[in-house]
């Protein structure tokens, strides 16, 4: 099974209340290839929501207790997104899931890259507490930008892979 973040398949729950629908995803997700999860929103974060970064430091970091998760207006939210990170991992881990495709850039999802935690836009490398937290109990986790046909083909069932090779919105 896969996860993928739930902005990816069309809900409006980013922190400014939108969504990054991707149509492999909604397809993924309608198919019964995928299930859906956001960590803020499992962890009782409104939308819309303050932007947050993490702050001097990285998602292992912040998961050693040496870095936070910053609001924009200096709120410190460390545990809602620990928490909301806890709570995908044991719905990734009831669920089987092999692999996540997250929403990059987002403190919680991003997998490549994230928020350098000055609020000036610039990202830096690096992953987010919940694409840290996958990663470690043995997820592979991909950012939405590795969202692709050749990239889901190895986690999807078999009685689909022939119909997903075959639409060519996808190719």
Not at 4 to 29: M, P, Q
Not at 57 to 86: C, F, P
Request: some cysteine; glycine content about 8%.
């Amino acid at each position: 099974m896969i996860l993928i973040s739930s902005c990816l398949a069309g809900f409006e729950v980013r922190y400014d209340g939108s969504a990054a629908t991707n149509k492999l995803a909604v397809w993924l997700v309608t198919h019964g290839q995928a299930i859906t999860t956001c960590p803020e929103i499992m962890a009782g974060f409104d939308i819309p929501r303050s932007p947050a970064e993490i702050v001097n430091g990285t998602a292992s970091d912040v998961l050693d207790n040496k870095a936070i998760v910053q609001e924009i207006n200096g709120k410190n939210v460390t545990d809602k997104y620990r928490l909301g990170a806890d709570l995908v991992l044991k719905i990734a881990k009831e669920n089987h899931v092999t692999a996540a495709f997250l929403k990059d850039g987002s403190p919680s999802c991003g997998n490549c890259s994230v928020y350098d935690g000055t609020f000036t836009g610039q990202k830096i490398s690096g992953r987010g507490i919940t694409a840290e937290v996958l990663k470690k109990n043995g997820i592979k986790t991909f950012s939405d930008n590795e969202l692709s046909v050749e990239n889901v083909l190895p986690f999807v069932d078999d009685v689909v892979k022939e119909s997903l090779l075959n639409i060519t919105i996808f190719n």
